[in-house]
């Protein structure tokens, strides 16, 4: 593996699926990036990752317990120590200004993801910088002492109008100047990286940010194919009224996307439900769908847009449709030597109408109890009132062994007009296609009861003309 450790090129024969965190805190004994839960949960080993996408360096924030050395080939890594300045850096000086770091534990993390936000190309609003830590849990401070801090730091940022985020950190000693030099040399090195990899025969890793989870140690010498860096499996097109994503696309793709934004204006604020700005950073939609967790947001988001995957063995391809990929807890219709190459849906009209749910135990960072996604394609009297649904699909999540597309309540719905009866009726189809059970994240009945709240939220989303007050107690 080949890449730049803040300002130093590095080199290394260890297996691609080593840790990054272990490499830099064992290999190059750079310290200040801790160990928490290395779950990806506390945010205490958060770095950089700055890689050339066409043409620009962008930097995200990312998890170093869950990334395998293999995923930052001829990209550049930034510790904590990598944004050192000669004195605290204005992002570190505001910390300790407002009394924002006590045991320390996690201000390394917060450090780095604020250069992060600094970094990014976000009109650097307070807002967004708040957005720029939701992956990061400090036991001590109470979180005010670090929110004015992160005033702080927008601030800063607020008086850039017009330069690059890269320029205008070092110029103004916010971050080191080395910075500037980077995109150059990572040019250099991937003239080097062959991008075309054979994805034969290996085990796929994505973000890893459920294989690490699941299974670190099994993953330190697996024959690993890197999805993230293979140039054949990304990309996001709109052509023929089809958009087609590559397998390892990333939630963050995604929202950085104009077009897919243009169509899912709500996308952003939807997405905020799901994990945290540095998974999101690394979960691409291929290892969401492989995973086959009942409760994926991703799996059922995109079910109810009647999605559809590209599976290939190197030779031959083959398309199934998402809601018939998963045949039982776990199982799913892919042979051990297929990988998802593409997703391809079709691209909304401008009388298709789209919603997604999740309600979790927390608001923040965590999985759903149940989530559910509806996409309508409504047929207009005249200009705006709706005359009946032309096309239906229901998806939900937590309350069965497999992520469901609901086909006899999207098929019910489909050609019905709206009213309520219509909605209390497929809420009671729905209900008999389900089979949740009591767990952790809650009882069948508050499961079922979530479901029926769900799909009446689609409804007052949709179509806000509706009265819900009455429709909340329906039987
Ligand atoms: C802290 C934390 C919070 C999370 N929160 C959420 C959440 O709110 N909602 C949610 O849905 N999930 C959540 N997750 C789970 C996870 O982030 C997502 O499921 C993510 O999309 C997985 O993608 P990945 O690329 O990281 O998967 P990986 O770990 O890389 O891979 C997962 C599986 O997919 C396979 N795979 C990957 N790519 C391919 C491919 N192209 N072809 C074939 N197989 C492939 C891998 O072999 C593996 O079996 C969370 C995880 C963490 C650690
Ligand atoms: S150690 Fe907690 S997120 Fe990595
Ligand atoms: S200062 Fe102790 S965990 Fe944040």
Redo the contacts with the bound molecule.
Sequence with gaps: MQFILNDKEVNTQLPGGTLLLDFIRYHKKLTGTKIGCR???CGACTVLIGELIEDELRYRSVTSC?TPIGNVHGKHVVTVEGINTETLNPIQQAMNDEGATQCGFCTPGFVVSLAGFCLSKSNHTYEDCIAAIDGNICRCTGYKSIERAAKKVSDLMLENKNEEPIEFTAKNKILPAYFTGIKKQLKEIQKTIDHNVDAKTK???????????QKPEEMIHADIHF?MQDGK?KGISFENNICTIG??STVTDLMESDLFNQYFPQFKQQVKL???TP?RN???????F??A?P????TIFFLALNASLQLSNGTKTRTVALKDFYKGYKEID?HTDE??EKMMFDIPSENTLFNFEKVSKRAN????SVNSAMQIKVRRDGQTSVSSFEEVHVSAGGVSPIPLYLSETSGFLTGKELSDGVILQAIDIAQSEISPISDARGSIDYKRLLLRQLMLAHFHTLFPEIQIEKLLYAQ
Excluded: C, P
């Excluded at 409760?295 to 991703?298: C, K, L, N, V």
């Design positions: 779950e990806g949960d869950l085990r796929f890793v994505g973000g890893g940010t459920d294989l690490y989870v999805a499996l397998a390892a799901v994990s945290s998974i690394l979960a691409t939609f291929a290892g969401n492989v995973n967790s409760i994926g947001d991703f892919k990988f998802v960072l965590d999985i759903a």
